[in-house]
């Protein structure tokens, strides 16, 4: 195992920058996750707790650049890894949960067994086995020219994009590949099948952080990698309540005060963004240019098996999991498509979009609430998710369910010379998690005015279309798409007939929302080539899903249910559909909170835009067809005017 861990750990060592190591991608620290196993702290000793869980991984993240700095050593005596990284994290980490438990039965009784969490391994990571030139190549973007990355961020040695930690082309699957495993469900009569948009824009003022004021309040830097946020413009680790309800928003209508966050998607295109040289960008691996999306839709729904109830205020609701990777898949929330392609979502796969369509992320939030908390320890056991046939557990009440819907133009990245043309993309992560697609999350905290809240419960439950930006003529959760694609859903592989036939990985009722047939790559009999990488060129004949947008089932928990998504088995998948374009509107300055222990200044850096929605290139990429046609129409008029003449 040392071998294939550490093989390549010596590529390209000469790139690097003073105080700046290389991560390894064939290798990945594994901690058991000390927050999952909290479910019940007191409430006085939450504060505490929260920022010693913050420490834990900061540790790691330390734990994992000591594993480059020590590459080379480690390659020649693999006990070194031991003694230079596991040994000490181990230590330190015994002391952090020493301090957890101290805090707990200071005010309570106090845990037991939480030392053993103390344990941590290096992994194997998969990276590696993707080797160059056999069409999985595991390196970055610029293959052999691996001079896109100064001061330390090499873009291109060793295996994976993102300085070199991921991702790597097995990441990826062509969307075409995957048969569709979105279906609807039927409705009771008392479903409320109402829905309630927010439009919110897409962060087009660029307002990022790497905090996480839910997981880690109080703790700069609690997320180590960048969030895009929209809506609240005050939302750091320090934000108060207060602070929060008294911020500015980017909701168009202004009593949404709520906060929307997720991680930022980059490009591995060599692009330095502000954070290259800072804690949770740069020297956490996360490296490259900041995508802003093209379409960001926040649409509520409501339950399938009856009417919800008003959200508390300032519920917060994590859903996903960002340790997914090292964690398993119990709390993995992730799903990712292409527009026109919506009714099949993959969960552990970036998608190879065709020429003209886009990337989708979308995420389901948990909607089930206990009626009492707004959060818990472990920001997870005061939300459920409902079972396949929409029902809450028991002492559970639906409330409505944030469907958020991420579009991005970016383009099918080129597998086969390791993004060199076309270059890779990933969302941010933990530096250890590897930018895996699976350990995509997003975060919300209600800061609704309760009049509007209460708005959105009557819109819902009295099956209406109610919020600003519902009239935009996007498509709503549960109707059928307007159109389905050119090309037809499933071409490809198949021995090269392109039809689908049962047993290729088409999802089968009973089966657990399927991610379809990943294995078979043959020719689609079409002329396309083989390779996903090389999208078509064929367009589809639209942009409007050719099914539901829906996510597929997390993990092996029971999944929650849309109005508009059916079960599947032991799984279901939920859709959300979208509401208008969510963006062009007019957004506030970024707003900083004025009692933040010091933070106001540092915040103010933090959230300078780091990358700008649109350019020379992309406005005239929009103004030329308007040119052509008026050019045409003058035409048209000369052309008349001869034609009445004679």
Same mark, same amino acid.
């Given at each position: ?35 999952? !196993? ?9 504060? &505490?707790?929260? *920022? ?18 020590? +590459? ?55 990276? +590696? ?47 075409? =590949? ?6 609807? #469900? ?8 109402? %829905? ?8 087009? !003022? ?35 309540? &207060? ?14 005060? =709520? ?11 060599? %692009? ?19 995508? %802003? ?18 959200? @508390? ?23 990712? =498509? ?10 552990? *796969? ?49 409330? @409505? ?11 099918? @990245? ?11 993309? +990933?969302?941010?992560?933990? #530096? /250890? ?27 819902? !439950? ?24 050119? /090309?037809? #859903? ?29 294995? &078979? *790559? ?8 083989? !390779? ?18 829906? %996510? ?14 059916? #079960?599947?088995? &032991? ?14 509107q007019e957004t506030p300055g970024v707003g900083t909170a004025a009692d933040d222990a010091g933070r106001q200044a540092a915040a103010a850096d933090a959230t300078e835009p780091q990358t700008v929605g649109g350019g020379l290139a992309e406005t005239g990429a929009q103004l030329w067809p308007a040119a052509a046609g008026a050019v045409l129409v003058i035409a048209g008029f000369v052309l008349l005017r001869r034609v009445r003449r004679t």
């Amino acid at each position: 195992m040392a071998a294939n861990v550490y093989a390549s750990a010596t590529e390209d060592d000469a790139v690097g920058g003073a105080g700046q190591a290389r991560v390894l991608g064939g290798a990945t620290i594994d901690c058991p996750d000390v927050a999952t !196993n909290l479910t019940t702290v007191p409430e006085e000793a939450r504060p &505490d707790v929260d *920022k010693e869980l913050a420490a834990l991984d900061e540790q790691i993240a330390q734990a994992y650049q000591r594993l480059g700095e020590s +590459a080379q050593a480690i390659q020649q005596d693999p006990g070194v890894a031991d003694d230079k990284v596991i040994d000490p994290l181990e230590k330190e980490r015994s002391a952090t949960l020493e301090r957890i438990a101290a805090a707990m039965e200071e005010e309570g009784d106090r845990p037991e067994g939480l030392g053993e969490l103390a344990d941590c391994s290096v992994r194997d990571s998969g990276n +590696a086995s993707a080797q160059p030139g056999d069409g999985q190549d595991g390196n970055g973007r610029q293959g052999d020219q691996g001079e896109g990355g100064d001061n330390g961020q090499d873009q291109g040695g060793g295996n994976g994009g993102q300085a070199g930690n991921g991702p790597v082309a097995a990441d990826f699957v062509d969307i075409k =590949s995957v048969q569709p495993n979105v279906v609807k #469900p039927d409705p009771t009569a008392d479903a409320s099948k109402g %829905t309630f948009v927010s439009s919110c824009g897409v962060n087009e !003022n660029g307002l990022f952080n790497s905090d996480n004021v839910i997981a880690a309040p109080g703790v700069a830097n609690g997320a180590h990698h960048f969030h895009d946020y929209i809506g609240n413009q005050a939302t750091n680790a320090f934000s108060s309540d &207060d602070q929060l309800a008294a911020a500015d928003t980017s909701c168009e209508d202004q009593g949404d005060k =709520s906060s929307y966050y997720w991680p930022v998607l980059r490009l591995q295109n060599g %692009t330095e963004e502000q954070d290259a040289d800072s804690p949770g960008g740069g020297i956490e691996g996360n490296v490259g240019e900041i995508v %802003t999306p093209k379409e960001v839709t926040l649409t509520f729904v409501g339950n399938p098996r009856g009417e919800v109830t008003a959200m @508390p205020r300032l519920l917060r609701i994590i859903t996903g999991d960002a340790k997914s990777f090292v964690n398993g898949p119990a709390n993995a929330n992730a799903s990712w =498509s292409c527009t026109g392609f919506e009714d099949r979502q993959l969960e552990d *796969k970036y998608p190879l979009c065709p020429q003209g369509s886009d990337v989708v992320r979308t995420f389901d939030f948990q909607s089930c609430w206990d009626g009492r908390n707004t959060d818990s320890a472990n920001h997870r056991t005061h939300m459920a998710f409902m079972d396949a046939q929409g029902n809450c557990p028991s002492g559970f009440t639906p409330v @409505p369910q944030l469907v958020q819907r991420i579009v991005y133009d970016v383009d099918a @990245p080129s597998l086969n010379d390791g993004g060199a043309t076309t270059p890779l993309f +990933a969302v941010d992560s933990f #530096p /250890e998690q590897l930018h895996k697609p699976g350990t995509d999350h997003g975060d919300f905290i209600n800061v609704f005015d309760e009049d509007l809240m209460q708005e959105m419960v009557d819109c819902i !439950n009295s099956g209406r279309t109610c919020g600003v930006g519902a009239g935009d003529g996007g498509e709503q959760p549960g109707e059928d798409p307007k159109e389905e694609p050119t /090309e037809a #859903p499933g071409e490809g592989g198949n021995g090269g007939n392109g039809a689908e036939q049962p047993g290729d990985g088409a999802a089968q009722p009973g089966d657990k929302g399927g991610k379809g047939d990943k294995g &078979d *790559k043959g020719g689609d009999g079409d002329g396309r080539p083989e !390779n996903p990488s090389e999208p078509p060129a064929e367009a589809p004949a639209t942009e409007e899903p050719a099914g539901d947008d829906a %996510t597929t089932p997390p993990g092996d928990k029971q999944p929650e249910v849309r109005a508009s998504v059916a #079960p599947k088995g &032991d799984g279901a998948a939920g859709a959300g559909g979208q509401q208008g374009d969510g963006a062009g509107q007019e957004t506030p300055g970024v707003g900083t909170a004025a009692d933040d222990a010091g933070r106001q200044a540092a915040a103010a850096d933090a959230t300078e835009p780091q990358t700008v929605g649109g350019g020379l290139a992309e406005t005239g990429a929009q103004l030329w067809p308007a040119a052509a046609g008026a050019v045409l129409v003058i035409a048209g008029f000369v052309l008349l005017r001869r034609v009445r003449r004679t």
